[in-house]
Structures are given as structure tokens and as C-alpha cells.
């Protein structure tokens, strides 16, 4: 980790000994490429962060926070005892200029494939199993200490083979972490990450049911997020406006199931289940029961 090399900057230019295959996404201050090992041909990605304005510092301590928490959820940089469900990081390097750091290049796992938002269309019984998927990498995370906070459908890539990998890890921090500040993605954020408070496993809950919840009904939970003037935001899941079931809006969806996204979304931290295994456990377990046919769903 940490060392200095010159970011990617286009198509077909090299990256130390890569070569700059592909542009997949932009961000803030941020762009991730496809790059390719000239020697072996396997594909990595590269998520390059700029540092142009001092305020954008904030921008390599999420990348610097997001290697870090990686390696340490995945015991180390690599392959070697990764969690399949969980994407992997190889290397962390910087840019410098002036003896000042302008920039950081991570290099991580290539997933090819779509986000779980563009593949909302698949079978149900597929889009389950990347429930469960999703299920078990949080389970991972919450052994290491750690938690997500940030889970969402563009964070969850599937591929054509129904693999699933959680991504993005820029907001992941230790359970139990008080923010301070509000961090998190509309639609899919907690309320008490709204309000800047303690975050615990059943914060990775609530945004793990808001996922399921606009897959499953395509439709996102009823909240008022605060405008980007505003310090006060009025969250309206839960006790004051209650979202309508999802298999009331999909009749494809399970009532077990239904049931379980609703525990997941409700406003209260406590009134959630108490841990991912939990939801694990009860979704596998009907999932079975529904491949034997004892169930209606």
C-alpha cells in the first residue's frame, strides 16, 4: 500500500503496467476504469480520486477508508480468504505532487455485470438468492466489526451467472460509530443516519430492506430527506406514514417475504431484527420450503 505512481487518465494509456482498457463510471472527484494485466490478460478495476480543491481531501480519506475497511473485512489485500460475496482490493497507490499527495489509484476486483437496479427484472427465485448473497456479506462485515452504510442497488452488482458482490465501501465504518453528520444514500438511508447518530448492524438492516423494498415494487420507502440547505430533515417511514407491503404491490413477491423487507424498514433501530443472521436464517428457510412446494407463495 501507498505507493507513488501517476493516475490513469485515458483510454488506452497504461497505469503502471496496466493497460487502461475502459472508462466504467464517473463520480465526484472520481473515476473508475477497466484495466488489463499485459502479461496474465486478467481484468482489474481502478477507482482513481482527485484531489483539485482542498475541501476535496475528504475524497482520498473516503478512498483511504474504503481500501483500509476492505482489507480488514476480507482479512488482507487479495484473494486468499475473501468472502465471495464481498469484492476484493489489491493495492492502494498514490500520486504526488510537490511532495503532496494529488491523488489515489485502488485497485480492486473487476465484477463483470450489471447493478442489482438494471437486473430488478429477474426471476424472483433469482433475485432471492442475491438477497441471500447480500445477506451473507453483510454477515461477513458484522463478524469483522464492520458495517456498509451505504448498501443500495448500485451497490450490489450481479452477474450473468447470478453471482452477486456488494461494492463501495467509502462510507463503511465500525459498529456502533457515531457519524455526526448525515452520510448516506436517498431512499435508502436509515433515519438515525439521517440525524447523524450511532449506527449499528441494524443500520445495514434497514438500508438492506429499502434495497429489496424498490426491487421488489420499484418503488422507494416513504421519507422526506432534508433539502442541501436544510440541517433538520422529517423522516416519515414508520410510525408516521407506513409503507404499503411489498407483495401488496407485487403480487409476485411472498407474503414470508414481504414480511421480512417490513421488518427490516422499520423506523425504530430496535423494532428490526437483532442481527443479518436472523434475516439470513428465515429467508433461506422459506426459500426452501417454497422449492418444495409447502408453500401457497
Known amino acids: 500500500m501507498g505507493k507513488d505512481t501517476p493516475g490513469a487518465s485515458s483510454i488506452g494509456s497504461t497505469f503502471r503496467e496496466y493497460r487502461v482498457k475502459e472508462k466504467l463510471g464517473v463520480g465526484a472527484r472520481s473515476t473508475v476504469y477497466k484495466i488489463q494485466h499485459p502479461d496474465t490478460g486478467k ?14 481531501e475528504r475524497y482520498l480519506r473516503h478512498l483511504t477508508n474504503e481500501y483500509e475497511n476492505i482489507c480488514k473485512i476480507q482479512n488482507g489485500p487479495g484473494e486468499k480468504d475473501a468472502h465471495p460475496n464481498i469484492v476484493c482490493v489489491y493495492d492502494l497507490f498514490k500520486e504526488r505532487k510537490l511532495l503532496r499527495v494529488t491523488g489515489l489509484s485502488m485497485l480492486l476486483e473487476y465484477v463483470p455485470g450489471k447493478n ?3 437486473r430488478s427484472d429477474l426471476p424472483m427465485k433469482r433475485l432471492i ?11 461477513r462485515m458484522h463478524e469483522m466489526g464492520y458495517l456498509h452504510c451505504d448498501l443500495k442497488p448500485d451497490n450490489i452488482i450481479v452477474m450473468h451467472n447470478g453471482w452477486a458482490k456488494v461494492i463501495d465501501f467509502g462510507f463503511s465504518c465500525k459498529t456502533n460509530t457515531e457519524l455526526g453528520n448525515l452520510k448516506g444514500t436517498r431512499d435508502f438511508i436509515a433515519p438515525e443516519q439521517v440525524s447523524g447518530g450511532v449506527v449499528t448492524e441494524q443500520t445495514d438492516m434497514y438500508n438492506l430492506g429499502a434495497t429489496f423494498y424498490k426491487v421488489f415494487t420499484g418503488q422507494a420507502v416513504p421519507a422526506v430527506m432534508p433539502s442541501m440547505r436544510s440541517e433538520s430533515a422529517i423522516f416519515l417511514s414508520g410510525d408516521t406514514i407506513r409503507a404499503t407491503p411489498p407483495a401488496e404491490l407485487n403480487p409476485q413477491v411472498p407474503v414470508w417475504l414481504s414480511d421480512i423487507i417490513m421488518q427490516c424498514i422499520e423506523k425504530k433501530p430496535r423494532h428490526r431484527p437483532a442481527r443479518i443472521t436472523d434475516v439470513l436464517n428465515a429467508v433461506e428457510t422459506e426459500k426452501l420450503r417454497m422449492e418444495l412446494g409447502n408453500t401457497d407463495q
Open 43 to 56: 481484468l482489474y478495476a481502478l477507482k482513481h480520486v482527485s484531489k483539485v480543491l482542498p475541501e476535496d
Open 116 to 118: 442489482l437496479g438494471q
Open 129 to 139: 438468492d442475491v438477497l441471500i448473497q447480500t445477506c451473507k456479506a453483510l454477515q
